[in-house]
Structures are given as C-alpha cells and as structure tokens.
C-alpha cells in the first residue's frame, strides 16, 4: 500500500473578518483564519502542492489595495512560497504538480511560482472565473488567471475522483457548489488512515455538521450535497477532514509545526 511520505501545512498568511462570511446564519463575531498552502511528498513522484494563498507577500496592499487593510491582511515575507520552499531545502520548480481547490483568490496568490507544472482543477471553474456572478466577481483576482495560463491544467468532470498517482495516496475529490470545480484532497498517511484537506468546500466544521453552505456559495443546492458527502466521509473512523479555513483545525493539526507528518 503506497502512502504519501510527508506533509507539511505551511506557514500560512490570515485575514481578519466578521464570521458572518463563513455560514448562513453566523455573524457578529471577529475571526482570523488562515489561508493555506499544502505541501505533499511521494515517495517517487516527489512534490504535490494543494493551494497557494494570497499574494503580496510583506506588503499584500501592494496586490489587494485596500483591501489589505479591510481584511487585516498579514502575510509576512518569510511566509511567501518560494522562501518556505527554500527553508525546506526545496525550489518551486521542484513542484511538479498544483491541485486547486477553486480559483478564489485566497487559494491562487502564489500560482506565479509554478509556471509549467502540471495542474488539477475542476471542471467549469476557470471559465466561471473568467465570467463569474456579479455577486462574487470581487472574489477573483484577474492577474492570478494570467498566472495559471502558465500551468498546463488537466480538468476533473462534475463526479469523477481522480486518483493522482494511480495508487491510492492522493485522490482529488469533486465537490461542486461552493464554486462550480470545487475541489478537495484525500491523502492516505503513513499510518494507513485516511486525511482529506476539504478546501472550501466547507469553511467550518459547523457547515458540515449543519450541512449548510454560505453566501459566496455559487450554487446552494450543490454545496449542500457535496456537505453532505464530506459530512459522511467525516463519519468515517479512519477518517480525518481538516477543514482549511477552520481555526480550530488549524491550531489542532498543526499542533507541532509545519510539518504535519
Ligand atoms: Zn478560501
């Protein structure tokens, strides 16, 4: 049985805002979650990175505006990707492949770092970046796009898991709704168990939990389906969900560092 052999959540720059973005139904409380880049190894294939934050590292005002300041924005400079990547004694172009949870731009900042990699990305989604609903146009950041021309992406079609290296230790999931290619990622660890890095499909537990979805949704009745199987894969004992915007998650799993396996 094939394994990834190591994991590492990096040091990930956070934004500060009422919780009323996270779920229907929540607000009036002041959270600061962070935006996340995972860095995954095989033991042939080599690196796999899942999401690439924001951009702007030292200075996010410099890409946002002033949304930098709305948000809270901190990203310190040493957190940028290629400087983690060199302090764990690897290159950006030592990342052979990109999986994108979704094209929002919290999760596409860093994808200038990998021109020429191979990427993952769910059907629909760049097309419904490139064209979005007015109501969550502000999510996509147009520069990010040119960034992923770079990237030779493969599509993943509405309902098909892809089993990246055809062995079983990193299969993306297609969950659909929160925007149309949404993504997740199920890792099988070392230890034989089972971790899936949800991207957003939820942004809380709790939106599991309640099988509810969000506002920035782009469609609500597919979001709650895909809750509903990530709510089921949850369930499973083997089985861990770390939800990528959950603080609680966040400060859990990454109890000893960056280096989460
Ligand atoms: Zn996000």
């Not at 172009?93 to 999986?99: A, M, T």
């Not at 290296?165 to 993306?172: E, M, P, Q, R, T």
């Not at 230890?191 to 709790?206: E, K, N």
Request: hydrophobic share 40%; glycine share 10%; aromatic share 8%.
């Amino acid at each position: 049985m094939t394994t990834i052999s190591r994991l590492w959540a990096l040091d990930a720059p956070t934004v500060t805002m009422d919780d009323s973005i996270m779920m229907f139904g929540k607000g009036g409380t002041e959270i600061t979650m962070p935006l996340p880049s995972f860095l995954i190894e095989h033991p042939v294939h080599g690196l796999l990175i899942f999401d690439t934050g924001i951009g702007g590292a030292g200075d996010p005002a410099s890409v946002y505006g002033p949304a930098a300041q709305v948000y809270k924005m901190n990203f310190p400079a040493e957190y940028a990707l290629d400087r983690q990547l060199e302090s764990l004694g690897f290159t950006t172009s030592d990342v052979k492949r990109v999986v994108i949870s979704h094209l929002h731009f919290d999760h596409t900042g860093g994808l200038h770092h990998f021109p020429g990699a191979t990427g993952y990305i769910g059907s629909g989604e760049m097309r419904y970046a490139k064209t979005p609903d007015h109501h969550v146009a502000v999510h996509f950041m147009p520069p990010d796009l040119e960034a992923a021309a770079q990237i030779d992406w493969l599509e993943l079609p509405v309902g098909y898991d892809h089993d990246v290296f055809g062995d079983g230790s990193v299969v993306i999931l297609t969950l659909p709704g929160h925007t149309p290619g949404s993504l997740a990622l199920q890792l099988r660890l070392p230890d034989a168990s089972t971790l899936i890095l949800s991207g957003d499909v939820a942004h809380d537990h709790d939106n599991v939990s309640c099988c509810a979805g969000m506002q920035a949704d782009s469609d609500t009745a597919a979001a709650v389906e895909s809750l509903k199987r990530l709510k089921l894969l949850r369930s499973r004992p083997d089985t861990t969900v770390w939800v990528n915007h959950d603080i609680a998650d966040w400060e859990r799993m990454r109890a000893n560092g960056r280096q989460v396996i």
